[in-house]
């Protein structure tokens, strides 16, 4: 039971899922822009540096919306190949964030 003193968070967390090739990046740029916030990338191999071929991962130029607000991305490109990544490794990352 939560007392009086106790700091509920109550930020709103916007997942966007679906297929390859269906537009998602496009849209969470401008979803974050609209939200004030931030992307944190799920991909498993987006994480891995030099993994671009195979991975659609977004570029620098994508990373701004229509209305030219930069949109900070997370977790991409912080490992190298030969690094193990684990759920768990997500999630301690991402709940930092």
């Known amino acids: 039971m939560k007392g009086e003193g106790d700091i509920i968070n109550k930020q709103k967390l916007v997942a966007i899922v679906g297929p390859t090739a269906v537009g998602k990046t496009d849209i969470s740029v401008e979803v974050a822009a609209n939200l004030d916030g931030e992307i944190i990338s799920a991909d498993s191999m ?52």
């Open 46 to 97: 987006q994480v891995y540096r030099g993994m671009d071929i195979g991975t659609a991962k977004i570029q620098k130029h994508e990373m701004v919306s229509i209305n030219g607000k930069a949109i900070p991305h997370h977790l991409l490109d912080i490992l190298e190949p030969d690094e193990s990544f684990s759920v768990a490794d997500f999630q301690a990352l991402a709940r930092e964030l």
